[in-house]
């Protein structure tokens, strides 16, 4: 299904693609795959995943997204998706709030011998480090002239970029998630 549809999407004036997901899991995705994370890898136009749980008709607002995030790696691909993500907020006079999220090391158990803990000591001063110096990249990734269009607003957290994209999703109550993908093969 997912080559038919980016057959399709390349073979008209697609801006858009729109796909619901199943939200499979485990053993289920490894074994069927995921169609909608195919497309999303692999097509050359935005994707739209809309999760199971979405209401089957939203009531048409008068701007369709008020509230976006963006969550960045500062890779080439995340500032395509922040120039999209921007030129979105623009658009919807919308509140944007870009997001970074330092992977921070699983916690040391405590029967870990002390030269292993004074690594630790080193990883936490790495994490410090790496938080003032992407602080710093997240506030230069904003261009000059955004603000003057759109409400930008910038978080830094430290975990699983996943989770933390999703927690300040939540927290700000966004409409709309932008992320750039990486065309990965097997």
């Known amino acids: 299904p997912a080559a038919e549809i980016l057959a399709n999407a390349g073979t008209m004036p697609t ?19 995921s169609v909608t994370e195919k497309v999303l890898r692999k097509a050359t136009c935005p994707v739209l995943s809309v999760p199971r749980h979405v209401p089957d008709a939203v009531p048409r607002p008068e701007v369709l997204f ?21 030129s979105l907020a623009q658009e919807a006079d919308a509140r944007l709030t870009v997001v970074h999220a ?29 938080r ?17 269009f759109c409400r ?20 700000r109550q966004s409409d709309l998630i932008v992320i750039g993908m990486h065309g990965r093969g097997a």
């Open 15 to 33: 801006d858009l693609i729109v796909m619901g997901t199943h939200g499979r899991s485990g053993f289920e995705r490894l074994v069927l795959g």
């Open 132 to 148: 003032v110096d992407r602080t710093e990249r997240l506030r230069e990734a904003i261009p000059e002239g955004a603000r003057a």
């Open 152 to 171: 930008v607003e910038t978080v830094m957290a430290t975990g699983k970029p996943y989770r933390e994209s999703l927690r300040v999703a939540g927290e």
């Open 102 to 130: 330092i992977e921070s090391p699983p916690e040391v158990p405590s029967d870990v011998h002390e030269s292993f803990l004074a690594g630790a000591r080193s990883l936490r001063e790495y994490i410090a480090a790496a």
């Open 66 to 86: 008020k509230r976006i995030l963006c969550a960045i790696d500062f890779s080439d691909c995340s500032m395509h998706a922040l120039n999209y993500a921007l």
